[in-house]
């Protein structure tokens, strides 16, 4: 037998191709400003800290499951976050992260050989997902795109990284419907939810009951504490929703052996009853949002989208090489657009994940190109 490493279906690992531009943001003479991925920067709250290392000394294997006090929080936590009903414990699953998760929820979902969607500009994982189970792929922002094809998987992001476009209530719910009638899976990719900047563009959940009435039937909502506890180093997320989805999942990952550590399974408990530490990160990065976006405009850029996320997806009508390139000049490194697919090459993506010392930078230099 041909044996074909799993390597060669897979596209060019994307970062790898901003070496050169992060070098020469790194020869700055203040130094770096790194905005190109969204990783966190501010310190984990203490009662979270606290909670991990009261539960270090557990020596045991973790559920894969989750403890029972990790799923109650989680579905306690959607409900009073973001209007989820209905959720038993049974209809959450904790995971390492939601990039794992993402990646291998086709194959884990028995998806081989099959027809996966996803959006046209999109975090490139959904691609990848599709690619590791031998599935042919369709970037789709409209049902129409879709055909008479019936997907086996379709991927919804809103809010979208790297765009921040929300999808609203009418939208969701028109997809809900679509899918239902064609027995299709839709896994909706929330990890934003939280983090809303615009009253008229309000993130809602693919399981709000204005969306789906309260039927969770074929549908996943896929969220991380990543963003909004600064827990990317602890890789604590989640998915919610059909019943029969998530057990057919946890099946698969207990067998797998994917298992959230336990300490960190405490955390997550930690994190999710406190809204306070979630509101109080917010804050940090409505401020910085805001520096960012007044310097972008006034450098010459237009915003697009944008109205929730970690991110603002701007353009100066260039291809997004050129831009990275200047913003590079003036030690700033940027994701290009075209990461996420040809229709992001005249944008960049610009993630709020500096310190307001960084931020401060960014915004002096960025005044260079006014």
């Given at each position: ?12 690992f994307p970062w790898d191709s901003l070496a050169a ?71 959450v699953l904790p995971v390492i992260g939601t990039k794992?998760a993402i990646a291998w929820l086709p194959t884990l ?262």
């Amino acid at each position: 037998m041909t044996r074909t490493p799993l390597g060669t279906r897979l596209p060019d690992f994307p970062w790898d191709s901003l070496a050169a531009a992060k070098e020469r943001a790194e020869a700055h003479p203040d130094g770096i400003v790194n905005l190109s991925i969204g990783t966190p920067v501010d310190p984990v709250a203490p009662g979270i800290q606290l909670a991990l290392a009261e539960a270090a000394a557990e020596p045991g294997y973790p559920q894969t499951a989750g403890t029972p006090e990790l799923r109650a929080a989680i579905a306690s936590a959607l409900e009073r976050r973001y209007g989820m009903t209905g959720l038993s414990p049974d209809a959450v699953l904790p995971v390492i992260g939601t990039k794992e998760a993402i990646a291998w929820l086709p194959t884990l979902l028995g998806i081989r050989g099959g027809f996966v969607v996803i959006p046209e500009v999109a975090y490139p994982t959904y691609e990848v997902a599709a690619l590791l189970g031998d599935n042919r792929v369709l970037r789709a922002d409209s049902l129409l795109q879709i055909g008479p094809e019936s997907p086996d998987l379709l991927f919804l992001n809103s809010p979208s990284n790297p765009t921040g476009k929300v999808l609203g209530v009418d939208h969701l719910r028109k997809v809900v419907g679509w899918a239902r009638e064609r027995g299709v899976i839709v896994a909706s990719d929330e990890c934003y939810l939280g983090l809303g900047w615009d009253d008229s563009h309000e993130p809602v959940s693919i399981l709000d009951p204005r969306v789906c009435d309260g039927d969770h039937t074929g549908l996943l909502a896929i969220h991380s504490l990543s963003k909004s506890s600064n827990l990317a180093s602890y890789r604590g997320g989640y998915l919610a929703g059909d019943p029969a989805l998530i057990s057919e999942l946890l099946e698969a990952r207990r067998h797998a052996g994917l298992m959230v550590p336990g300490p960190v399974q405490a955390a997550m408990v930690a994190a999710l009853e406190d809204d306070g530490q979630e509101q109080a990160q917010k804050l940090r990065y409505a401020h910085r949002r805001l520096a960012l976006l007044r310097a972008l405009i006034g450098a010459g850029f237009t915003v697009d989208n944008s109205e929730a996320g970690l991110y603002l997806w701007a353009t100066r009508g260039e291809n997004c090489r050129a831009t990275v390139d200047a913003l590079a000049e003036l030690g700033i490194l940027v994701a290009p657009g075209d990461f996420y697919g040809p229709h992001g090459e005249q944008h960049i993506r610009m993630a709020l994940t500096g310190t307001d010392e960084r931020i401060d930078a960014a915004v002096n230099r960025l005044a260079a190109l006014a």
